[in-house]
């Protein structure tokens, strides 16, 4: 475990850069094996807007990373956080309760909040308006977000107290971990479902991107499934019956074209409906 986390202490930003196009990779040569959903789409056209906002996405990443650098040494050197302040524990017990406080922070809570909130509601909106959701779709964020998502997860590394090496191991995991729960592919419902209640399986996360409340509104988790459980955010839905996509955004140039994804949190807010029936 410790050599582990040296590891990712100082992980070079090349293997960072192959973690991420090796799971795009394997994932999408997976869904042509075995996906979910037939979709009618060119799947390099579609991939487009999505390979432009994770392109974003990194940048915002990487601009700040020094701030993350600072706040991980400054918490370690001051024994400051939550793990920090427990009695002495193995290493082990230590990462993981690490990594999941960093889930539950970082990530759970920064996604519940951007439903909950309309303006951030607005900016996570792009994330939602992809009506064919693989693997591409897990990096699709406005830049926007990824100001919002970076500063959750410095708000993570204080509470919990995390030295830069989980902190570098959860983004890896969750990197992974958000490529497999979006990829269109159909794993036998037994498997899928035993996963779930650990972390988030690819059907548990669908859910969520169902077109319609209250769905839209549930399984926020991001690596760990437990949150959803925990905070009542849990629902199922049969995966056949899944529509992707926003009812108040159905427009599907808009939401394929990076212009209009970059516009669309400054759109009026529209009210979401519940239930419905599946659109045209």
Same mark, same amino acid.
């Given at each position: 475990?410790?050599?582990?986390?040296?590891?990712f202490e100082?992980?070079?930003?090349?293997?960072?850069?192959?973690?991420?196009?090796?799971?795009?990779?394997?994932?999408?040569?997976?869904?042509?094996?075995?996906p979910?959903?037939?979709?009618?789409?060119?799947?390099?056209?579609?991939?487009?807007?999505n390979?432009?906002?994770?392109?974003?996405?990194?940048?915002?990443?990487?601009?700040?990373?020094?701030?993350?650098?600072?706040?991980?040494?400054?918490?370690?050197?001051?024994?400051?956080?939550i793990?920090?302040?427990?009695?002495?524990?193995?290493?082990?017990?230590?990462?993981?309760?690490?990594?999941?406080?960093?889930?539950?922070?970082?990530?759970?809570?920064?996604?519940?909040?951007?439903?909950?909130?309309?303006?951030?509601w607005?900016?996570?909106?792009?994330?939602?308006?992809?009506?064919?959701? #693989?693997?591409?779709?897990?990096?699709?964020?406005?830049?926007?977000?990824?100001?919002?998502?970076?500063?959750?997860?410095?708000?993570?590394?204080?509470?919990?107290?995390?030295?830069?090496g989980?902190?570098?191991?959860?983004?890896?995991?969750?990197?992974?971990?958000?490529?497999?729960?979006?990829?269109?592919?159909?794993?036998?419902?037994?498997?899928?479902?035993?996963?779930?209640?650990v972390?988030?399986?690819?059907?548990?996360?669908?859910?969520?991107?169902?077109?319609?409340?209250?769905?839209?509104?549930?399984?926020?988790?991001?690596?760990?499934?437990?949150?959803?459980?925990?905070?009542?955010?849990?629902?199922?839905?049969?995966? #056949?019956?899944?529509?992707?996509?926003?009812?108040?955004?159905?427009?599907?140039k808009?939401?394929?074209?990076v212009?209009?994804?970059?516009?669309?949190?400054?759109?009026?807010?529209?009210?979401?409906?519940?239930?419905?029936?599946?659109?045209?």
């Amino acid at each position: 475990m410790e050599s582990l986390l040296n590891y990712f202490e100082t992980i070079p930003s090349l293997h960072r850069s192959i973690l991420l196009v090796s799971g795009i990779t394997f994932f999408w040569l997976l869904e042509g094996a075995v996906p979910l959903f037939r979709f009618r789409y060119r799947k390099w056209r579609h991939a487009v807007p999505n390979i432009f906002f994770t392109i974003t996405t990194i940048v915002v990443n990487f601009t700040l990373a020094f701030l993350l650098l600072q706040s991980s040494d400054w918490v370690r050197d001051n024994g400051f956080g939550i793990i920090n302040w427990l009695p002495e524990m193995p290493l082990w017990l230590y990462v993981v309760l690490g990594l999941l406080l960093l889930d539950l922070i970082g990530a759970y809570l920064a996604h519940l909040v951007e439903h909950k909130v309309k303006p951030l509601w607005m900016v996570h909106l792009v994330h939602h308006t992809d009506h064919e959701v #693989d693997t591409t779709t897990a990096n699709r964020h406005h830049p926007i977000e990824s100001f919002i998502r970076f500063f959750f997860t410095l708000a993570g590394v204080f509470i919990a107290g995390t030295p830069i090496g989980i902190v570098m191991l959860y983004q890896s995991l969750s990197l992974v971990a958000t490529q497999f729960s979006h990829a269109n592919i159909r794993l036998p419902r037994k498997v899928d479902k035993a996963i779930s209640y650990v972390l988030v399986s690819p059907d548990m996360h669908k859910v969520h991107h169902h077109y319609v409340l209250p769905y839209t509104d549930s399984n926020y988790g991001n690596i760990f499934s437990i949150w959803d459980r925990i905070f009542g955010t849990y629902m199922e839905l049969d995966r #056949d019956a899944i529509v992707y996509g926003v009812d108040t955004f159905p427009d599907r140039k808009v939401n394929a074209s990076v212009w209009g994804l970059l516009k669309q949190p400054f759109h009026k807010y529209r009210k979401p409906t519940t239930g419905g029936s599946t659109p045209a």
